[in-house]
């Protein structure tokens, strides 16, 4: 099959991120699998990745720094063909916890994994994908959350927060850049099946939650991964600068 171009996919070692990488292997582009400690699980969707005939490399970087997010785009600057699109998904989440209890240290983190790290994969993808700097185009998609407008009070608002940041910058950036050839969109996730409410010390908070949404269950990483593949895809080549909800409808 002849390549659709690479598309790099942050925090695609696990949940969302694998499901997109997943995706986007059988859908014929060549990914660029990100990750900070899941080496082994990024090189196991490298190898199935490659038995579908994509070109996917893995490469470890931490989002949130700007060292390892430069050295990650020239990686993949030599060892793949250009850059077309961006699944900015690497994102973290700390305890349960009220806003009273949060340290300093908590808030940062989280900001800087969930926003600086979107924010610098963001320029460096811009950089090479903007038709003012030379390149051909391309599409960003933003993981935000249905955080951003819940709030997620008694939980982790901190993260909830980031999120906010991260619909700011989608809409921002959608305008900034629509006119040298680059879509950007986010994805808002409700309640997913994976790994990341085990880091809130919940791992039964999609069961536990799923009454309040109108479908009556949680997601899964599959259905979010498929509006982001079509959001990045030709199909949506009129969409930019949304806030896609995908949430059963809470
Ligand atoms: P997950 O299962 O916990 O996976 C998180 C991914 O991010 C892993 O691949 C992890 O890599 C990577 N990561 C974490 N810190 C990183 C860093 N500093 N640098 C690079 N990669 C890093 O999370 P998920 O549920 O799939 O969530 C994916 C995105 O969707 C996140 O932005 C999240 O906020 C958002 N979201 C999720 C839900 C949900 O219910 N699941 C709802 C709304 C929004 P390693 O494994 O290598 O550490």
Known sequence: MTSKGTILVTGGSRGIGAACVKLLARDGYDVAINYARSAAAAEQLADDAKAVGSHSITVKADVGSEADVTAMFAQIDKAMPPLVGLVNNAGILFEKAMLEEF???????????NVTGSFLCAREAVRRMSTAHGGKGGVIVNLSSAAARIGSPNE??????????????????????????????????GLIHTDIHSSSGQPDRVERLQGQVPMGRGGSAEEVAQSIVWLLSPAASYVTGVLLDVTGGR
């Open 103 to 113: 340290s300093a240290e908590r808030i940062n983190e989280t900001m800087r994994v």
């Open 156 to 189: 982790f608002i901190d993260y909830a927060a980031s999120k906010g940041a991260i619909d700011a910058m989608t809409l921002g950036l959608s305008k900034e850049v629509a006119s040298q050839g680059i879509r950007v969109n986010a994805v808002r996730p």
